[in-house]
């Protein structure tokens, strides 16, 4: 499927979509979607997974519309079907003041699980910005992002950019803290 039939943002609203979205193994196969159509039996081989396993994940992510079947062809008597994202970009609400933000629960599971052996760039800084300082530089990271994905090839590699750009909860003194 040629990228411009593809929309280009999905917003999830429903709990069916969020409760797809939330679990790591089909959070992986959408990330193994995201740059070209697979099948079940490719996807299972990419994710390191059954292939019943990978065809029940694939079945939740399509129900709830975050992949579909984008072309099929007959091999051997069987249909076999190609799925791809249903957007370029899938957008997760805000989770809220003490809500679990499922997209840096993936990144760091992903992180965790990454070879070890190669390169990786990993930091984190502590800044104090002003609002607009705070969003020039959101705007800049989420532009660098776009950039790159516009330079990625499916042949190369796939490489994970995770950022956040947040103001933590005021630290709040503990009893018996000196004020």
Do not use: C, W
Request: net charge neutral; glycine share 6%.
């Amino acid at each position: 499927m040629p990228t411009e039939e593809v929309p280009e943002t999905l917003h999830l609203t429903t709990d069916e979509q969020l409760r797809a979205v939330s679990n790591l193994t089909r959070h992986r196969i959408m990330a193994a979607l995201r740059f070209e159509p697979a099948t079940i039996t490719q996807l299972a081989e990419r994710v390191g997974l059954a292939k019943g396993s990978s065809s029940y994940h694939v079945r939740l992510l399509e129900r709830a519309g975050l992949v579909k079947v984008v072309r099929t062809r007959k091999v051997r008597g069987v249909t076999e079907r190609y799925y791809a994202m249903a957007a370029r970009t899938i957008v997760l609400p805000d989770p809220g003041e003490g809500g679990p933000d499922v997209l840096m629960r993936h990144a760091v599971a992903d992180l965790e699980a990454a070879r070890t052996d190669s390169e990786r760039h990993v930091r984190m800084a502590h800044l104090r910005l002003t609002d607009e300082q705070f969003a020039q530089l959101g705007a800049r990271l989420e532009a660098l992002a776009d950039e790159y994905r516009e330079l990625s090839d499916p042949s190369l590699p796939d490489t994970s950019l995770v950022f956040a750009l947040f103001r933590p909860a005021p630290r709040r003194q503990a009893e018996g803290d000196a004020k």
